[in-house]
């Protein structure tokens, strides 16, 4: 049986005028900025603090991913078809993919069969420029710093060597993370090590992400920390007066972006910073307006509930008072089998004794959603080289810890595959959501914070820190700011720093090897491990597969 692929599902849908899509949230006419018949941004004032109490949010996690992904963003979607299948109104509320994974392993990031958010080529491209004005904001603090270098009137004595500010381009490009710029002269600036960042890993996106409104973006804007001066005295954007320019840039990118499902369901897209290097989830503008509009909204977190989750838990939640009701962890047998020991070309065949050996990684995550006072709900994304045996002792293995297990069929059936998995988390919200309760308080020592992420969440022994992470935190009391969150940039392959290490690791400690500062987003970075900022192209890119026909009809996307 030959299927279709996912652009081709995709693009046999007649998408609704994305005007009918806003009658369904009750969103005057008169309100929608329109890009076209089928995107249009939200304004900001629709958001109501009082409506956002009474509804009720699900954030969609997973296990510990294998490197081709778990379907988050699938179920996501599929879930809230099957929520609306149900009777339930739900929106789904999701990152804007990046152009790098796109090209490079992905080939898209906008759901997957029939569990999609159209127009697909659209959200996987350029959609509403939001990543274009981040980038452009980003990059024009970049202009200014190097401009007041060579400045002989309003000269800020930076010292070059201190310059932690790199330029971003959302692409995956290697040969960009160590570039040497200011070449050729005395006209082209002062020479200089730089390099580039990819724009999700971008401090402006985080500050998109973490911002209320425009007046705060602004702010935070302003709040970014640059470097130092020669006489060591700390150098931030609103010195450079750059907070109300990159605010310019970014006056539309604040504004979410609403779109539709394959069911003519909402789906509200906005930000969208990786979850290994960055927080991993959409903007808080955007959560907080699906659950302004709807009952019931879902939203997802990147990599495994170690990254993603935990960060929307004890970063965004923790600061925007969110009160997530319900957790999905999404988990495949492939998987299982993956933590099981299987080997890459073992992924697909049916091994009971691999997934057995596997749960222990999908038992500690449901450990872990339970610290934070949730109940979390098992969805089993299908595979066609499932066996039902496997299916079977997945689902009697949760329910031995009173956690609901459903097979998840979205990607087949859209929401008339998500039905049960809709009644599970409603089961939940209805009859066992209790008040979430983050993991630490931000006002804790920052290592009372780092360790208590190791710990609790990783399952680590401790924690050790290398000489430059030790300076670094002797600069962040030194600033003031001890009393950030914590964004942990960790390999989203395991529990521990070291990817190797699959299942759920025991008798490991992770090191610190160094801290970096977000002050506009109000969290510090501690890097475990070598982490890659600017992502390289596989070896075989998904571009490669990508074409484009005389009537602009595109191929190759998923």
Request: neutral net charge.
């Amino acid at each position: 049986m030959k299927y279709l692929t996912d652009i081709e599902i995709a693009q046999s849908k007649e998408l609704k005028p994305i005007k009918k899509i806003a009658e369904k949230l009750n969103i005057d006419e008169d309100d929608l900025e329109l890009y076209g018949k089928y995107k249009a941004k939200l304004p900001l004032h629709l958001i109501d603090e009082e409506k956002i109490k009474l509804n009720n949010l699900i954030l969609v996690t997973a296990l510990t991913p294998t490197p081709a992904g778990e379907g988050k963003t699938t179920v996501s979607i599929g879930l809230t078809e099957g929520l609306n299948k149900i009777g339930k109104q739900a929106t789904v509320v999701l990152r804007e993919p990046s152009l790098g994974p796109v090209f490079g392993i992905k080939g898209g990031a906008a759901g997957g069969g029939y569990s999609q958010v159209v127009p697909m080529e659209d959200i996987n491209l350029h959609f509403t420029g939001d990543f274009n004005a981040i980038e452009k904001a980003n990059n024009l603090l970049s202009a200014l710093i190097d401009n007041n270098l060579q400045s002989k009137t309003l000269n800020l004595n930076i010292d070059p060597r201190t310059i932690l500010w790199k330029r971003v381009i959302d692409m995956n490009d290697r040969a960009l993370r160590q570039i040497t710029i200011g070449l050729g002269g005395t006209a082209n600036g002062i020479p200089r090590e730089d390099g580039f960042n990819i724009t999700p890993a971008s401090e402006v996106m985080a500050i998109l992400c973490m911002s209320k409104d425009l007046k705060d973006l602004k702010k935070r804007l302003g709040d970014i920390f640059i470097g130092f001066t020669f006489d060591n005295k700390p150098v931030f954007a609103r010195d450079l007066k750059a907070e109300n320019a990159m605010a310019i840039l970014l006056k539309e990118a604040i504004k979410p972006n609403l779109v539709q499902t394959l069911e003519e369901n909402p789906a509200i897209i906005h930000g969208g910073p990786f979850a290994n290097i960055a927080q991993g989830t959409n903007t808080i503008i955007a959560t907080k307006m699906g659950l302004s509009l709807s009952n019931y909204v879902v939203t997802e977190a990147g990599f495994g509930a170690d990254l993603g989750a935990e960060k929307f838990l004890n970063i965004k939640s923790a600061y925007a008072g969110l009160n997530p009701k319900a957790v999905v962890l999404v988990a495949t047998i492939r998987a299982l089998r993956h933590h099981g020991g299987a080997k890459k070309e073992e992924y697909n065949t049916p091994n009971l004794a691999y997934v057995q050996k596997g749960f222990e990684n999908l038992e500690k995550h449901i450990e872990n959603i339970r610290k934070f006072n949730i109940e979390p709900v098992v969805a089993i994304n299908a595979f066609i080289s499932d066996s039902e045996e496997e299916v079977i002792f997945v689902i009697q293995k949760c329910a031995e810890s009173g956690v609901g297990a459903v097979v998840s069929h979205g990607w087949a059936k859209g929401g008339d595959g998500t039905q049960e998995l809709a009644k599970a988390v409603v089961n939940v919200v209805e009859n066992k959501a209790t008040q979430f309760k983050p993991l630490y308080d931000w006002n804790s020592p920052v290592k009372e914070k780092i360790e208590t992420i190791a710990r609790e969440i990783y399952g680590a022994d401790g924690v050790d820190y290398e000489k430059k992470a030790e300076l670094n935190l002797k600069r962040i009391s030194r600033l003031g700011f001890d009393n950030f969150a914590i964004c942990m940039a960790k390999t989203q392959k395991s529990f521990s720093d070291n990817e190797a290490k699959r299942g759920r690791p025991r008798g490991f400690r992770v090191t610190v090897r160094e801290i970096e500062i977000s002050a506009g987003a109000q969290f510090i970075i501690p890097i475990l491990g070598e982490m890659m900022r600017m992502p390289g192209l596989p070896e075989i890119p998904a571009s490669e597969s990508m074409t484009i026909d005389d009537n602009g009809i595109i191929s190759g996307l998923s």
